[in-house]
C-alpha cells in the first residue's frame, strides 16, 4: 500500500510499504479520508516523531478484514476514530489516569509504534472504533477528534450565557468552537486572527469582529468595545510566542482563558502587565478529554447542529501531502482551512 512516511524534520515521502496485518482484536481498514491535524504540522516542523513513523489519526474509514476474535464488527462497515486516553489498549505510558497522574505528551508524540492514517490501509483495535451513523457523512466522520478537541476545550471555559468571548487565532477546531458558544448564548464574541481566509469563515460563522493582529491593537479595541472589562473568556487557540500573554492581557478581572494550544516551544509570559487581574489559566489538550465528550462531538455529527463541512476547504491526494504541510505552515498566506487526505 501507499503511505507518507516521515523521514526527518520537515519532509514526508510518499512511498510503498507492506499493508499491515490485523491482529487479534483489530480490522484492517481501507481509509477514506484523514483529517491534517495540527498536532501532526507541528511534530513535522519540529521533528518531534521517529523517523519512519506514520502520521495521521482523524480518520474514517470501511473495515475490509477482520482480525482473529472480531466478532463485533464485519467486513464493509464505515468506522471513525475513537482514541480515548483513559480505555486501554493504550500502552500504559500514553494513558491518563483518571485519578490524574502525570503525563508527558513527548513520549506519546515520539512513541514508535506509531502507525497513522496518512496510508491507504491501517490496523485497529476494535476498542478504538466506532461505527458511523447513516446520518454521518465519511467527510464529517473524519472531522470527529477536531471536533471533540473543540467541545472538550469550550467546557472547560465553562461559558455563560451572556458571557463575552475572545478567541486568539481561529484554525478549524476554534472555528467549530465559535459556532458553540454562539449556541450556549454568547453575548458577543471577538477573533484575533492573521490569516484571511480564517478571519473571513469566523466572521461568517457568528464572531461579531475580527481584528488581524499584525495590522491592529485587537486587545485595547476588544476592551473598548466590552466597555472597559475586556471578555469574561479568552479561548487561546494560536500557540504563538506571545498568545497567551495577549490572552492575559485581554481578558477580564477574574476571567477564564482556556488554553488549547500546544506550545511546543518555550513562550513568552509578562505577568507584571497583567498579574492584579487575577486571570484564571486552563490548559488543554484532547488527551484529557473525556468519554462524554466524544459521545458529545458524536451527537451533534448526527444532528448537524455545527456546521462541520464548511470549514473543509480542501481534499487532497497522498501526492500532495508534502507539499500541502508545506503550505499549511503559513497560514497567513494561503486559503486552506481544515484540509482531508483522500489517501
Ligand atoms: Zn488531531
Redesign the pocket.
Do not use: A
Given at each position: 500500500m501507499k503511505a507518507a512516511v516521515f523521514k526527518e524534520k520537515g519532509l514526508l515521502a510518499v512511498e510503498e510499504i507492506p499493508t499491515p496485518e490485523p491482529g487479534t482484536g483489530e480490522v484492517l481498514c481501507r481509509i477514506k479520508y484523514c483529517g491534517i491535524?495540527g498536532?501532526d504540522l507541528h511534530n513535522y516542523y519540529f521533528g518531534i516523531p521517529v523517523s519512519g513513523s506514520i502520521l495521521g489519526?482523524?480518520w474514517c474509514g470501511v473495515i475490509t478484514r477482520l482480525g482473529e476474535g472480531v466478532e463485533d464488527f464485519s467486513v464493509g462497515e464505515r468506522v471513525m476514530r475513537y482514541k480515548h486516553p483513559w480505555v486501554p489498549p493504550v500502552p500504559p505510558e500514553e494513558r491518563i489516569d483518571p485519578r490524574n497522574i502525570r503525563i508527558n505528551p513527548r513520549a506519546i508524540y515520539s512513541a514508535p509504534s506509531r502507525r497513522g492514517a496518512y496510508a491507504e490501509c491501517i490496523t485497529a483495535p476494535t476498542t478504538r472504533l466506532i461505527r458511523v451513523p447513516d446520518e454521518i457523512s465519511d467527510q464529517a466522520a473524519a472531522c470527529l477528534?477536531?471536533l471533540v478537541a473543540a467541545i472538550h476545550a469550550v467546557r472547560l471555559g465553562n461559558p455563560k450565557v451572556s458571557d463575552t468571548i475572545a478567541f486568539i487565532g481561529a484554525g478549524p477546531i476554534a472555528l467549530y468552537m465559535i459556532q458553540r458558544v454562539r449556541q450556549a448564548g454568547a453575548r458577543a464574541v471577538y477573533v484575533s486572527e492573521i490569516s484571511p481566509a480564517r478571519a473571513a469563515k469566523a466572521a461568517e460563522l457568528g464572531a461579531d469582529r475580527v481584528f488581524n493582529p499584525l495590522k491592529e491593537d485587537f486587545i485595547s479595541e476588544i476592551v473598548k468595545l466590552t466597555g472597559g472589562r475586556g471578555p469574561d473568556i479568552v479561548y487561546e487557540c494560536a500557540a504563538a510566542k506571545n498568545t497567551l500573554n495577549q490572552a492575559c492581557q485581554l481578558v477580564a478581572r477574574n476571567g477564564r482563558i482556556t488554553c488549547l494550544a500546544v506550545y511546543q516551544e518555550p513562550i513568552m509570559l509578562e505577568p507584571l502587565d497583567w498579574y492584579m487581574m487575577q486571570p484564571e489559566i486552563k490548559f488543554t489538550t484532547?488527551g484529557d478529554s473525556t468519554p462524554f465528550d466524544w459521545e458529545i462531538a458524536t451527537e451533534i455529527l448526527r444532528q448537524r447542529s455545527i456546521d462541520i463541512e464548511t470549514v473543509i476547504t480542501n481534499v487532497i491526494p497522498l501526492s500532495d501531502i508534502q507539499e500541502t504541510f508545506q503550505a499549511l505552515l503559513k497560514p497567513a498566506t494561503n486559503n486552506m482551512l481544515r484540509v482531508l487526505v483522500a489517501p
Open positions: 491535524c498536532t489519526h482523524e477528534e477536531p484532547n
